[in-house]
Structure formats: structure tokens, C-alpha cells
């Protein structure tokens, strides 16, 4: 069984500042993805960014990186100038490749705070 | 138009009652899920289905029973509720490609035991 694991249950960083959440999973397989949601006070689960785990390139949105090491199992989120809008828990979850049959996993999430 | 439409948004209720939520998208996907959010914010999926097909049963106790009339709806009833069953229900959908399933996630339903 998969287990993705969040280790700063709260964070938070100055309004334009930089801050990395951090994130580790477990597993056997060699197929999978991985992938940060976030959940504004208003409950919306919204993704954020994904990474296919065949890739070594690192995923990009915008403002949103992350540092994917596959042999440390390792999936960081970097927010970069950050926002007052990016107040929300940022969930790290991991989903085995498995045609029809996926699931995502979640990490217990961190409580990103942005300070005006 | 919202793709992944939850109803009700909160749902207050006794214990030993029997309720439902209601889950339909507009995305075209073929798969469904339930997923449950505790007090704690953590997420665990409950169940899927694939066109109608049930999937994943992740050892929710038999209370809890989902119904998909067609692919474009998953429902959720609830018999007997317990307080331990106050949480968020999130009702999700992805598409059956060979690629990274996206999940779109519902609003979520907050259920209320009292």
C-alpha cells in the first residue's frame, strides 16, 4: 500500500515571499503520478500540479514548481511570490497507474497561511 | 455550468436516520468516486465506479451504499447514521484514458450527525 506523508502540518510565509511544502510517498511501483491539490476555505479541491513519475523534468504552473526526486521518493511544492489568495491546505497525493482503477492518495495536508 | 455538482451542500440530521447526496457531472467521464474528509482534513476515498461498475470499495461498512444509474451519476445513501459519520463528502470524476486521471472534485456535501 501506498502512504504519502506531509510533515509541516502549518506554514506561513510574508505576502511575495517564496515557501516549499514538503512531501515524501512510499511505494513499490514504478508507474505513477503524483500531485499537489489545494483547499481554499471554501472546501473546493482545486489541482494545482502534477507530475508523471517517468519524467525527470520537474512540473510547472506559473508560480507553482515542484522538485520531484524519484529515488529519495521525495515531491516538493515551491510557491513562488506567493499570494493572499494562495491561503488554502495544499494536499500532496500520489495515484498508481492503473487503467479505470485509479485512486489518489492524500498526505494529511499543510495549512498554508499568507501574511499581508 | 459547475462539471461536478453536489446536492446538498450541508446536510444536518439525527443519528439513526437515513440520508442521501446526490452527485452528477457533466464532464463526460466515466469514472466516479466518493471520497470522505474527516475533522482532521484527511481525505480517503471510499469508492469508485467505472460506467456504472463499481470499482473500489475501500472497506466502508455496509451502510454506506452508492448507486450509479448511469455513468454521470454517483449517489450516496446513508442508513442508520452514526456521529462518526459527520464529515465532508467529496464526490469526484476522471476520465478512463491511459493517462494521468485528473480527478475534478465536487464542492463537497458536510454532513452533521447530531
Known amino acids: ?116 | 455550468d459547475t462539471a461536478v455538482s453536489q446536492t446538498p451542500k450541508y446536510l444536518v440530521t439525527q443519528m439513526g436516520n437515513d440520508k442521501s447526496i446526490k452527485c452528477e457531472q457533466n464532464l463526460g467521464h466515466d469514472t466516479m468516486y466518493w471520497y470522505k474528509q474527516d475533522s482532521k482534513k484527511f481525505l480517503k476515498i471510499m469508492f469508485s465506479y467505472n460506467n456504472k461498475e463499481l470499482i473500489i470499495n475501500e472497506t466502508v461498512p455496509n451502510r454506506f451504499s452508492p448507486k450509479s444509474p448511469d455513468k454521470a451519476h454517483l449517489n450516496l445513501h446513508i442508513n442508520s447514521l452514526e456521529l462518526g459519520d459527520s464529515a465532508v463528502y467529496f464526490c469526484a470524476s476522471s476520465p478512463a484514458t491511459s493517462g494521468a486521471n485528473v480527478l475534478t472534485f465536487g464542492a463537497g456535501s458536510r454532513l452533521t450527525v447530531l
Do not use: H
Open chain 1, 1 to 116: 500500500a501506498q502512504t504519502v506523508t506531509q510533515s509541516q502540518p502549518e506554514m506561513s510565509v510574508q505576502e511575495a515571499e517564496t515557501v516549499t511544502l514538503s512531501c515524501t510517498y512510499d511505494t513499490s511501483e514504478n508507474n505513477y503520478y503524483l500531485f499537489w491539490y489545494k483547499q481554499p476555505p471554501s472546501r473546493q479541491m482545486i489541482l494545482v500540479i502534477r507530475q508523471e513519475a517517468y519524467k525527470q523534468q520537474n512540473a510547472t504552473e506559473n508560480r507553482f514548481s515542484v522538485n520531484f526526486q524519484k529515488a529519495a521518493k521525495s515531491f516538493s511544492l515551491k510557491i513562488s511570490d506567493s499570494q493572499l489568495g494562495d491561503t488554502a491546505m495544499y494536499f500532496c497525493a500520489f495515484m498508481k497507474r492503473n487503467f479505470g482503477n485509479e485512486k489518489l492518495t492524500f498526505g494529511t495536508g499543510t495549512r498554508l497561511t499568507i501574511i499581508p
